[in-house]
């Protein structure tokens, strides 16, 4: 099992990194249909929207990999709600998609046959694992940013 975690958040990470989309497909509400659905690249508006709902969770993910997939579990099980809103968040592009689309997305992620518990912890934990990511990625190029930004005004020494 700890041989495919590691090719698991190698992938995720790469993902990450070339911001691919990650699609996948699940059953409409009534169970006849197959739509498919894409979580994407996390831009800075969604990436807030969905930080802040993290946060809300009280999430401890720092342990080792198989204690976050465990609390990954029991954080879908213990709040469907927020979880299915923070898929929800994720497989939307734009925000007036999300300002019109979000409330039906999240009732199709909540009740959609195909959204299993281990299907949701599964988007669940690849969001979690993309948003910290792309945290760590935005981060370094706002240090490169800033290096570029000062670097000509600095004088420099030697």
């Given at each position: 099992?700890?041989?495919?975690?590691?090719?698991?958040?190698?992938?995720?990470?790469?993902?990450?990194?070339?911001?691919?989309?990650?699609?996948f497909?699940?059953?409409?509400?009534?169970?006849?249909?197959?739509?498919?659905?894409?979580?994407?690249?996390?831009?800075?508006?969604?990436?807030?929207?969905?930080?802040?709902r993290?946060?809300?969770?009280?999430?401890?993910?720092?342990?080792?990999?198989?204690?976050?997939?465990?609390?990954?579990?029991?954080?879908?099980?213990?709040?469907?709600?927020e979880?299915?809103?923070?898929?929800?968040?994720?497989?939307?592009?734009?925000?007036?998609?999300?300002?019109?689309q979000?409330?039906?997305r999240?009732?199709?992620?909540?009740?959609?046959?195909?959204?299993?518990?281990?299907?949701?912890?599964?988007?669940?934990?690849?969001?979690?694992?993309?948003?910290?990511?792309?945290?760590?990625m935005?981060?370094?190029?706002?240090?490169?940013?800033?290096?570029?930004?000062?670097?000509?005004?600095?004088?420099?020494v030697?």
């Amino acid at each position: 099992m700890g041989k495919d975690i590691d090719r698991l958040t190698e992938r995720r990470a790469l993902d990450t990194l070339t911001e691919q989309t990650q699609p996948f497909q699940i059953k409409s509400l009534d169970g006849q249909k197959d739509i498919q659905l894409c979580l994407y690249p996390l831009q800075l508006g969604r990436l807030a929207m969905i930080s802040r709902r993290l946060l809300d969770l009280d999430m401890d993910i720092s342990g080792d990999a198989e204690n976050e997939v465990k609390k990954m579990w029991e954080v879908c099980a213990e709040k469907p709600q927020e979880v299915a809103e923070i898929i929800a968040i994720a497989t939307l592009q734009t925000k007036q998609e999300i300002d019109e689309q979000f409330d039906n997305r999240t009732q199709l992620i909540l009740h959609s046959p195909t959204m299993t518990p281990a299907a949701v912890a599964a988007l669940f934990s690849a969001i979690v694992f993309q948003s910290y990511h792309v945290d760590f990625m935005n981060a370094i190029r706002s240090v490169r940013m800033l290096q570029v930004e000062v670097s000509p005004k600095t004088k420099q020494v030697g």
